[in-house]
T-cell receptor, first 115, second 115 residues
Framework: GAVVSQHPSWVICKSGTSVKIECRSLDFQATTMFWYRQFPKQSLMLMATSNEGSKATYEQGVEKDKFLINHASLTLSTLTVTSAHPEDSSFYIC???????????FGSGTRLTVV | AQTVTQSQPEMSVQEAETVTLSCTYDTSESDYYLFWYKQPPSRQMILVIRQEAYKQQNATENRFSVNFQKAAKSFSLKISDSQLGDAAMYFCAYSSGGSNYKLTFGKGTLLTVNP
């Protein structure tokens, strides 16, 4: 089946530095990738939608300059958290649409801790 | 905007018994998809079952089945013969059948299975 590989699984970084999270579709072409943020014991909150070769669409309240999304190829989408602060600590998950409306596959998530 | 409501923050069930998780949604669209996802402690999102709105027949996947009431905008999940491995957070989700494919999640229901 369609698999999305997400790396790293966890990362600790110092406040003020940037962190990049990668999501790769291994056996299919992901024209659309979704990035979610999940706080402990809460639901997934959509941050942005990225389409290959075009600018990402951010949800209301998400800082575009802080959460940079690049979807330069059909198999790779990246989320860069710039100038990270402790409040950016969270669990980040990517997801790709496999078929129209009927299929979504998720990465295994990245736990980000900013110290 | 579409909304998904899960009114049961927590549920518990005895092993081998049956449990039903509730979900309601609000939409003005006629073409859409509904999903139940499972998130175990590993936090990997796992598709449990999906339902196309245009299908009247309720979807089933082994021990998992749904009761899809389109007029009432209700989409409940029934787990039969509950197993210890069913313990997880369960999220109900909605996706439009149009050009906006993003998933909207409910807040989740934490299911505990008692031996």
């Amino acid at each position: 089946g369609a698999v999305v590989s997400q790396h790293p699984s966890w990362v600790i970084c110092k406040s003020g530095t940037s962190v990049k999270i990668e999501c790769r579709s291994l056996d299919f072409q992901a024209t659309t990738m979704f990035w979610y943020r999940q706080f402990p014991k809460q639901s997934l909150m959509l941050m942005a939608t990225s389409n290959e070769g075009s600018k990402a669409t951010y949800e209301q309240g998400v800082e575009k300059d802080k959460f940079l999304i690049n979807h330069a190829s059909l198999t790779l989408s990246t989320l860069t958290v710039t100038s990270a602060h402790p409040e950016d600590s969270s669990f980040y998950i990517c997801s790709a649409r496999v078929q129209q409306g009927s299929g979504y596959t998720f990465g295994s998530g990245t736990r980000l801790t900013v110290v | 905007a579409q909304t998904v409501t899960q009114s049961q923050p927590e549920m518990s069930v005895q092993e081998a018994e049956t449990v039903t998780l509730s979900c309601t949604y609000d939409t003005s669209e006629s073409d859409y998809y509904l999903f139940w996802y499972k998130q175990p402690p590993s936090r990997q999102m796992i598709l449990v079952i999906r339902q196309e709105a245009y299908k009247q027949q309720n979807a089933t996947e082994n021990r998992f089945s749904v009761n899809f009431q389109k007029a009432a905008k209700s989409f409940s999940l029934k787990i039969s013969d509950s197993q210890l491995g069913d313990a997880a957070m369960y999220f109900c989700a909605y996706s439009s059948g149009g050009s906006n494919y993003k998933l909207t999640f409910g807040k989740g229901t934490l299911l505990t299975v008692n031996p």
